[in-house]
């Protein structure tokens, strides 16, 4: 489905007007935030205007405190040239389980993105590698309340110096910082009349699309190209979900801003054939391309990638989960994030210029009733995967056919040429 980037255009809008926009976006639409709830905001440092422009919104939408984290590279960097090596088995535990603690009492979630994409490409990957595990052990408890939508969050972008001198690497730093927050702000329906009305008529859309493929109950997904010949079989009671969903606390959140995509949870037992990338996953600071993977009985047997591959293997065995998916994901080849020609280094946004398949942990909100009442037993016998990680790459584009696998082997087109048929 081809949809517009935003409504009429408003004319000649201030970078001041559109961040304010965007912030109003993010709290209204990302988290329809209600009165009386607490937010909590993590942030690169860079992106403090932005920051501050999404707590003066949710205190005028109600929330009852705005308590905001910022990361900072420069003390990230310190710690990978001056910490003793047994320190990246480390995380701040107590952080995470206090976040944990927070979204189990009520308060909502919401991250601007915008960090440094090669960040750590320099440093050791050994202890890259261990940080990253320690973090997402610590972080497990938050991350199964955000997975299962316990509560309302969202994602957000604001534009960074070493961000944009990524994905602009030819232009001067005061430019490339303009050019990228333009494509946020377009990306993220902000230019239009109503910002607001233009995301719901997105995400009616988007829900088109996901009664379309609920009304079908498909088994599998078959995706086929250049390169690619992958069975995707369907967790059984799954759900198609894209654009706006009800948390388990009854609010509408948009958890991705921007997002075009319709998503569901694969078995994790019934995966089979090879597939491969067709943009590169920046990953922790590491550009990982032309990633190829084989699966057999939903499990990666099979692995290499053209740059990167060390940190694919070792991302591979991070747990149990790491080689078996979490989620696959359907986005037409015209999206208006294709369409901007980009590669974002960014996941949020390069993973809705494509559809895409994730390793790792899967989505409990996939599921008949929102996954509502179930427990991890039953997930994981309905086929949810369970793991550390959730790792989203793109394997749809403009030459990937995707088929719908009826229950009695019947094949459906869904995609051609990577557009929706119809």
């Given at each position: 489905?081809?949809?517009?980037?935003?409504?009429?255009?408003?004319?000649?809008?201030?970078?001041?007007?559109?961040?304010?926009?965007?912030?109003?976006?993010?709290?209204?639409?990302?988290?329809?935030?209600?009165?009386?709830?607490?937010?909590?905001?993590?942030?690169?440092?860079e992106s403090v205007a932005l920051a501050r422009a999404?707590?003066?919104?949710?205190?005028?939408?109600?929330?009852?405190?705005?308590?905001?984290?910022?990361?900072?590279?420069?003390?990230?960097?310190?710690?990978?040239?001056?910490?003793?090596?047994?320190?990246?088995?480390?995380?701040?535990?107590?952080?995470?389980?206090?976040?944990?603690?927070?979204?189990?009492?009520?308060?909502?979630?919401?991250?601007?993105?915008?960090?440094?994409?090669?960040?750590?490409?320099?440093?050791?990957?050994?202890?890259?590698?261990?940080?990253?595990?320690?973090?997402?052990?610590?972080?497990?408890?938050?991350?199964?309340?955000?997975?299962?939508?316990?509560?309302?969050?969202?994602?957000?972008?604001?534009?960074?110096?070493?961000?944009?001198?990524?994905?602009?690497?030819?232009?001067?730093?005061?430019?490339?910082?303009?050019?990228?927050?333009?494509?946020?702000?377009?990306?993220?329906?902000?230019?239009?009349?109503?910002?607001?009305?233009?995301?719901?008529?997105?995400?009616?859309?988007?829900?088109?699309?996901?009664?379309?493929?609920?009304?079908?109950?498909?088994?599998?997904?078959?995706?086929?190209?250049?390169?690619?010949?992958?069975?995707?079989?369907?967790?059984?009671?799954?759900?198609?979900?894209?654009?706006?969903?009800?948390?388990?606390n009854g609010i509408v959140c948009n958890a991705n801003?921007?997002?075009?995509?319709?998503?569901?949870?694969?078995?994790?037992?019934?995966?089979?054939?090879?597939?491969?990338?067709?943009?590169?996953?920046?990953?922790?600071?590491?550009?990982?391309?032309?990633?190829?993977?084989?699966?057999?009985?939903?499990?990666?047997?099979?692995?290499?990638?053209?740059?990167?591959?060390?940190?694919?293997?070792?991302?591979?065995?991070?747990?149990?989960?790491?080689?078996?998916?979490?989620?696959?994901?359907?986005?037409?080849?015209?999206?208006?994030?294709?369409?901007?020609g980009l590669l974002f280094y960014n996941t949020l946004?390069?993973?809705?210029?494509?559809?895409?398949?994730?390793?790792?942990?899967?989505?409990?909100?996939?599921?008949?009733?929102?996954?509502?009442?179930?427990?991890?037993?039953?997930?994981?016998?309905?086929?949810?995967?369970?793991?550390?990680?959730?790792?989203?790459?793109?394997?749809?584009?403009?030459?990937?056919?995707?088929?719908?696998?009826?229950?009695?082997?019947?094949?459906?087109?869904?995609?051609?040429?990577?557009?929706?048929?119809?």
């Open positions: 489905m081809t949809t517009a980037v935003c409504g009429t255009e408003t004319p000649a809008l201030s970078f001041s007007e559109r961040l304010d926009r965007l912030a109003e976006v993010a709290v209204k639409v990302g988290l329809g935030l209600k009165p009386g709830q607490e937010l909590i905001l993590t942030a690169p440092l999404i707590t003066e919104q949710a205190y005028k939408a109600g929330a009852s405190l705005v308590t905001t984290l910022y990361n900072d590279d420069a003390a990230t960097l310190a710690r990978f040239g001056h910490a003793r090596n047994d320190a990246f088995d480390t995380a701040a535990g107590w952080l995470f389980n206090g976040m944990a603690d927070a979204y189990r009492n009520g308060a909502a979630r919401l991250a601007i993105s915008g960090d440094d994409p090669s960040l750590l490409a320099g440093q050791d990957p050994d202890k890259v590698s261990r940080a990253n595990r320690a973090r997402s052990k610590a972080y497990l408890p938050a991350l199964e309340l955000i997975a299962g939508f316990s509560t309302n969050w969202t994602i957000v972008s604001a534009a960074t110096t070493p961000w944009a001198r990524t994905v602009f690497p030819n232009l001067p730093e005061a430019e490339a910082v303009a050019r990228l927050w333009d494509a946020i702000f377009v990306a993220s329906r902000v230019d239009g009349i109503d910002p607001v009305a233009d995301w719901q008529a997105h995400n009616a859309a988007l829900r088109h699309r996901t009664e379309w493929l609920n009304g079908h109950r498909f088994a599998a997904l078959r995706f086929q190209g250049p390169g690619t010949d992958l069975t995707v079989g369907l967790a059984d009671d799954h759900e198609w979900c894209g654009g706006a969903t009800t948390a388990k801003i921007p997002t075009e995509e319709v998503f569901t949870t694969p078995h994790k037992a019934r995966v089979e054939g090879y597939v491969t990338s067709t943009k590169p996953l920046s990953y922790q600071g590491t550009l990982i391309d032309s990633i190829r993977v084989t699966f057999r009985e939903g499990r990666i047997v099979e692995a290499s990638a053209r740059t990167g591959n060390d940190v694919l293997a070792r991302v591979l065995e991070t747990d149990q989960g790491a080689a078996r998916l979490g989620e696959v994901a359907l986005v037409p080849a015209s999206s208006a994030i294709s369409a901007s946004y390069d993973e809705n210029a494509a559809s895409h398949i994730a390793l790792g942990q899967a989505y409990s909100k996939c599921f008949k009733n929102g996954g509502e009442g179930l427990s991890e037993e039953d997930l994981a016998s309905r086929g949810a995967n369970r793991s550390l990680i959730h790792i989203d790459w793109m394997i749809g584009s403009a030459e990937i056919d995707v088929d719908g696998i009826a229950s009695d082997g019947q094949a459906i087109p869904v995609m051609r040429k990577g557009e929706w048929i119809s």
